[in-house]
């Protein structure tokens, strides 16, 4: 177990003000109220945003430079960055999808402005304008990411191009029906009095702290890298930061899409329908500071980079790598809970070298059919690893730092249970389906098709494959993901069960069959299967 509480990078920022032990412990911060999604949005904000630290200028660059971070990690300034506000795009959007006691009239006034102003913009042969400003309409709406039930202006967009991508901006309704706002330019003249842009609440950082963790991971020593990744399968590009930066400041880029530039013009066109709005908006909105992670994250860091590199080399449909691309940031939550956990749970539940590189195991089942020895066996690991979370979070030294809050001392754990603890891994775990059902009691891991795609493709890089005893060590050593053989029973070890074989089946492997309905399985013999990642990128 970790000795002190955990030491931030950067490594001067002042953590003194966060007593909650959840934030204290895993960084500022993974919270519940933050979707899937929108964790890979806000990473991908600061990736395509201009970006400065302290008092440089602005950079365009997707990660400052190695320099850069080095004296970044070591002062007091700020990683600064400020998205886009797009209010006119978001309206004309969201806001015939928007409920209806969300609706204002100034928005409704505004709505209509804009469709008028694209409607005579449409040169038509057949006279119907006003038709082809609703298919527009619905084209932007099919876009629609999360927030549904939110506000126009609070809803997110599936980023299929980074022009999709914007600020959180919150309508403050309680103060436009008190002040009895009467027009669009008055709302937009005082536009830091009827809209939030700093609140948080769904871009709630969650994005920030994995750009964070792989900042951290950029400057960490290379013969620390080398000490821990001895026993994981990495080449020499991968260990090195350096070299594992620049492939990354040059794959990443593939997510900014050069492939759809007439939608890209078509998103700028609605947005400066009205110019004037979109310069006050953006003019008057301040930019956003990073916070800061923990420093001992840059181990899963490495993990994540090396996945999210690989992934990026493979040659995939665009829409198909942004959506594993999201799985990947959720995945990466979760070990990253269990890991930091793993560091400061008084419960030494490692301490017999049991568990994943991490320290922790999950044990996986399918999602159909499954045994009674193998549902209890996952259901008994899940509940371990919740019962971790919560140790970690009743560290005594979070609780002494949490002692000294002028809040509530049960309410900041209980804050911390629910919002940043084992609520929260199992609140994300079940919206990306990995633990089954979503409600109701039994809850166990289990592997979907999408899951197990992601991980073929970044536990083997494009064009490689392996044996399938190989890919089940890939798999336990990344994500301490137990399905069968020596891991399972490792992890069933971990999970404080006695190891027995009524949990394997014997001549029957359910994660064989998947591979196989994949098509990542080549079966060379009835003792020799291979796995393989055949997505190679042309430029591989």
Known sequence: MSSGLPRPFPYKYDVSDDRNPGIRLYGKRFIKEQTILENAVEFMAILFSNKWIGKNGASSDLFPSIKELNEWADSNERLSYKPPIKLNLKLFSFFGVTPFDSRHQVHQEQFRKIALELENKIETNDGKAEEKVEILEQLLQGFQGVGFNRNWCTQCFFPVSTKLITREVIWNESVAKRESISSWTESISKFHKYYSIQKRMFMARGGELLYLQLCNLFITDKDIIDGFAHSLDLNHNERDPHLLYDSLQDNFKILKDNYSSAFEKLIDFIENLDLETHKIVNKESESQSCEWCPQESWQEGLLFAVEINRLMECKLDPVERLELFITGCSLQILRSLCAQSIRYSSNQRNSEGYGSVLGYSWIFTPTGSVSRQQRLASQRNLQEIQVLIQSALRNDLLLDNAHKSKKDFEALLREADTRYGHKLFLYLGKKLGIIAPFKGPGARFV?????????????????????????LQKLYQHYGIAVEGGWLNDAVAWSKMPV???????????????LRASGFLTELSDGCSIVTNEFKHETS
Do not use: A
């Open 447 to 471: 592997l979907t098709d999408e899951v197990l795609r992601y991980l073929v493709l970044v536990l083997l890089r494009p064009g490689e494959s392996c044996e399938y005893d190989l890919f």
């Open 500 to 514: 027995n074989t009524s949990i394997q089946k014997e001549n029957s492997s359910w994660l064989v069959d998947m």
